[in-house]
């Protein structure tokens, strides 16, 4: 048996702090935005809204 003391888990309160909020940035060619949603099994996800006039989504999408 080992002596160590069992570790608590890591808290999630930087990733809570995101969850429902928008924040700027994602990509260097447009003004895009960011949001953070968590699903009911704890992943986070962010998911990345570019502007129409984006050179890049219009490379991806094409």
């Known amino acids: 048996?080992?002596?160590?003391?069992?570790?608590?888990?890591p808290g999630?309160?930087?990733l809570d702090a995101l969850?429902?909020?928008s924040f700027p940035g994602g990509c260097?060619?447009?003004?895009?935005y960011q949001?953070?949603?968590r699903?009911?099994?704890?992943?986070?996800r962010v998911t990345t809204y570019h502007d129409n006039s984006c050179p890049y989504f219009r490379?991806?999408?094409?």
């Open 19 to 21: 969850v429902g909020r």
């Open 39 to 44: 699903d009911s099994s704890g992943i986070y």
């Open 35 to 37: 949001t953070m949603t």
């Open 1 to 9: 048996m080992s002596r160590r003391r069992a570790r608590k888990a």
């Open 59 to 62: 490379g991806v999408t094409r």
């Open 28 to 32: 260097d060619d447009c003004h895009a």
């Open 12 to 14: 999630n309160a930087a």
